[in-house]
């Protein structure tokens, strides 16, 4: 008995652990939820009634269900639970225990049974899975749901995991002025007085993660005609700007069923496809089957967008689209497989993205720019934590799905994407075209493993693929390739070798197929493809060709792994690198010579002065983009304060000019963002207040609220005199609802220790104020200058991980270290997260998450010692 006891509470244990999950799944099928909620404004709990229909293949051991709740520091409670019965009979000795009902096994028989109940669970404006907004604009009130990864177990009970997959009939009473959304469409809606009755059809099979409602007084806009019915709906308030962008969401989400159904040559799984714009939604978006939310500021722009800044809605429209067949259609079976879903949803918008391009311009460069896109997104994040000890394999062990929030980060949202671009070099775009087509036929409404993608496309393309897996899907970290290269006396080459090493120094090797380019000045360049998968490979196509002026080892961006320039070649770059017409092979060298800064190997004062020097005649948007962002960074980390106060009047005065004189507006908006983020001085601070007051107008630039209140944030940041008074001023201004949350991420810039101290303790004990208003004010906390004032709260901001972690959601830890640990460059900062990590037992995944982070602080305090002067 003793040890039955002890296996019983491993099962029963807090979350769900592998080993219950492959329990049940092997027990439990044909699961349906018939699942009622009423809805009240402004209850702080939410009651509701279900009923699980089930099949047991064996009655012998008790039913588990995961239900809990949380107290007011996150904890897991037990949740509420009432007039439970089992096929009709009442159940007197039910147990919970670690946030399950377990129901005695003598209830049950082989075949169908059914389980009702009541139960209560809670909702609030944060740290909890059923979420409620108030609309203080006009007084409105919506209730949503967010139940990825395991927490529809904290709304209702069920069995949470993402490979019982199961069928959901929703019903809720909610006021009559309310519209509710959900997986399905309404079958009847009954009205009574004040209050409404909504019946929804039953959904196809979905994991529980991916069923979700929302409910409030939303306006709803229809597309019309194509195969697959399109609404988005949007708060009252929001509704005008509504109509003016969702022409252009429902262009691209059309287009995108279109692309994506002819690609996997499968319709689109759902019966049809809703748009829910949230306020202050925690992600960017969710994929829920047949009904995503979006986050309403991603979709609803609140300062005048760029190109980019529309192609990165079009890219989060399309990824979340993809998640219908990838994600929704076919699960992974676990969440060690979550690249399987969202590697593959970041993928597929690019794809989608540039066939749609390539329709518009015949001539190829639409595609290629998107695919350029797609290398500045991706590889950099990727490569970033690929370089760190903090990174992991893109197939991450989950033992239990209370941890499974760890997975989530730029190893599946970028890492896996590249390698799926990777393989596509490998077997070539038709085989894994059929390779996807495979894959989901075989396990439509079902769930999958890696291992069965990968068996579709040796399927596809003939070829053995395990080892190519196991290497890149098993395996952490990557491989840093160079090349050695020498000429003779006639100007040929005469040696040619590259290499790979790993760069975490852990012995891996990877198979690594890539395009080499051999530069001319005074000739067409020369392309080479090599295929290598040991520590070295002599490339004998490139020996006896003419000597080039520089080799870069991964043209078309087709290999993944750090590429570095040999110190030949970043010379031949350095003196040539604004003359490069390409603008995606600028984009790939500009990168390696970042990396060759972030390696320690190029001085940081070189890097900014060379992109000085680049940035007046560069007209790529995206490319601008990325050397404004990466100058900033190695200006704000990495120069000491004397270097910068010597660097920075340049470097605003060239902002502020091609702020007003750039010929695309696009440009000048970009510059603008990049001179308020840069301006220190008085000058320029007094240029900000300027644009702020409208005294000084950039040509096509319109200051919207957001980038006033970003203005002050950044006066505050610098204690400009004038700092308190405008902040005054624009509260006064500014009274809507997103003016109190900008007015909160403000303040949270200003250069006082008394200020800190009281954000510090909202951001731990008050569960009211909204999660996006504390992630979003995390940077302001540790503004670029204030590195010192914000060094008391680096320890305190450690030791609550294991808090942040069990209460916010899955992206929420990750923003805490890089707002903490990422606003310190000192080497007492460094010392005080090592002693932290050496004198603390930490969850393995919140371990490798403070590594992860600390290499960039690491880094830093190398290459300030290395190259930085004293001051």
């Known amino acids: 008995m003793a040890n039955a006891e002890v296996k019983n509470q491993e099962l ?20 349906r939820y018939r699942l009622s909620f009423d809805l009240v404004p402004g209850a702080a709990r939410i009651k509701g009634r279900e009923e699980i229909l089930l099949r047991l293949s064996g009655a012998t051991d008790p039913v588990i269900l995961d239900f809990r709740d949380l107290d007011e520091q996150g904890r ?76 529809a177990s904290l709304a209702f009970p069920c069995f949470d995991q993402p490979d019982l997959k199961a069928r959901f009939t929703l019903t809720t009473t909610v006021p009559t002025s309310w519209t509710v959304v959900t997986n399905t469409r309404e079958q009847t809606v009954t009205r009574d007085g004040t209050n409404s009755f909504w019946v929804f059809r039953e959904t196809h099979p979905i994991s529980t993660y991916l069923f979700a409602f929302a409910a409030g ?29 969702w022409p252009e969401v429902e262009r691209l989400t059309r287009q995108g069923v279109e692309h994506m159904a002819k690609f996997f040559d499968q319709h689109f799984p759902f019966t049809k496809y809703d748009q829910v714009l949230i306020p202050g939604f925690a992600y960017g978006g969710m994929e829920h089957a047949g009904a995503t939310f979006l986050r309403e500021d991603s979709i609803l722009f609140r300062t005048v967008p760029t190109k980019n800044d529309k192609l990165g809605r079009a890219a989060l429209v399309l990824h979340e689209l993809a998640h219908q067949w990838f994600g929704d259609l076919v699960t992974m079976r676990w969440f060690d497989d979550l690249w ?33 896109r797609f290398y500045h997104t991706h590889k950099p994040p990727a490569y970033a934590i690929d370089s760190t000890k903090g990174t992991t394999p893109i197939y991450q062990e989950v033992r239990n799905l209370k941890d499974a929030k760890s997975a989530y980060g730029a190893i599946v949202y970028q890492k896996a994407p590249s390698l799926l671009r990777a393989l596509t070099f490998v077997i070539g775009e038709e085989s894994f075209r059929n390779g996807v087509r495979l894959f989901l036929k075989e396990h439509a409404y079902a769930n999958a493993e890696w291992s069965d993608l990968i068996a579709a496309f040796e399927r596809a393309s003939k070829q053995k693929l395990q080892s190519w897996a196991d290497a890149w899907v098993k395996r952490r970290g990557a491989p840093q390739v160079g090349v050695e290269w020498s000429c003779d006396a006639r100007g040929l080459i005469d040696s040619f070798e590259i290499r790979q090493r790993d760069i975490l120094d852990e012995g891996g090797l990877w198979p690594i197929k890539a395009r080499l380019l051999l530069a001319y000045d005074d000739a067409e360049a020369q392309r080479i493809t090599a295929s290598f998968d040991g520590e070295r490979a002599t490339i004998s196509d490139a020996v006896g060709k003419k000597c080039p002026a520089y080799v870069f080892a991964n043209d078309g961006d087709f290999g993944y792994g750090v590429f570095m320039l040999d110190a030949k070649s970043r010379a031949a770059v350095m003196s040539r690198i604004g003359g490069i017409d390409d603008p995606f092979l ?28 680049a940035l007046p005649t560069e007209t790529d948007l995206e490319l601008t983009q990325s050397l404004l962002d990466r100058a ?7 120069l000491s304060t004397t270097e910068q106060s010597a660097i920075a009047p340049q470097i605003e005065s060239l902002f502020f000019d091609r702020m007003m004189k750039a010929g695309e507006a696009d440009l000048r908006i970009t510059y603008f963002r990049a001179f308020r983020s840069a301006a220190t001085t008085a000058e320029a601070r007094s240029r900000l207040k300027d644009l702020l007051s409208g005294n000084t107008r950039a040509p096509g630039v319109e200051i919207k609220p957001l980038d006033r209140w970003r203005i002050i944030a950044g006066l505050l940041a610098r204690e400009d005199a004038e700092a308190e008074s405008l902040l005054d001023a624009e509260r006064k201004r500014d009274t809507s609802d997103d003016g109190r949350k900008q007015a909160y991420i403000a303040e949270a810039a200003r250069a ?65 270290l890089n707002a903490f640990i990422g606003g310190q460059r000192s080497r007492q900062a460094l010392d005080q997260a090592r002693e932290f990590l050496r004198a603390n037992r930490l969850d393995r995944d919140l371990e490798l998450k403070v590594l992860e982070v600390m290499d960039e602080l690491e880094r830093t305090v190398k290459i300030r010692e290395k190259f930085t002067a004293p001051g």
């Open 12 to 31: 029963w244990g807090e979350g769900v652990s592998r080993e219950l999950a492959r329990r049940r799944a092997a027990n439990i099928s044909d699961i």
């Open 217 to 245: 007084p939303f306006k709803e806009l229809a597309g019309e005609g194509g195969s697959v019915p399109l609404r988005v709906f949007v708060r009252q308030s929001k509704l005008r700007r509504a109509k003016e962008e």
């Open 632 to 638: 900033t960074r190695a200006f704000e980390r990495y």
């Open 76 to 151: 897991v409670l037990e949740g509420v639970v009432s007039d439970v019965t089992v096929n009709g009979s009442a159940v007197d000795d039910l147990r919970q225990t670690g946030g399950h009902v377990v129901l005695p096994a003598r209830h049950f028989k082989i075949g169908e049974n059914t389980i009702a109940m009541n139960f209560e669970t809670g909702v609030a404006a944060a740290n909890r899975p059923i979420i409620r907004y108030q609309d203080r604009d006009d007084g409105s009130e919506y209730v949503y749901t967010l139940f990825v990864p395991m927490d």
């Open 340 to 372: 399987l879903k969202e590697g593959f949803a970041n993928f597929m918008a690019s794809h989608a993205m540039a066939a749609m391009e390539q329709r518009r311009d015949r001539e190829g460069a639409g595609e290629e720019a998107i695919w350029k």
């Open 586 to 613: 600028r984009a790939m060298l500009w990168g390696a010579l970042w990396d060759a800064v972030r390696d320690a190997e190029m001085n940081p004062r070189d890097y900014v002065a060379l992109v000085l020097k």
């Open 752 to 816: 006082d220790a008394a200020t800190k101290r009281r954000y510090f303790d909202d951001y731990l004990n008050n569960r009211a104020t909204p999660e996006d208003w504390v992630e979003g004010s995390l940077a302001a906390f540790n503004s670029p200058n204030q590195s010192s004032l914000a060094l008391p709260f680096l320890g305190p901001a450690l030791e609550a991980l294991p808090q942040v972690k069990r209460q916010r959601k899955i992206f929420f830890t990750l923003a805490w």
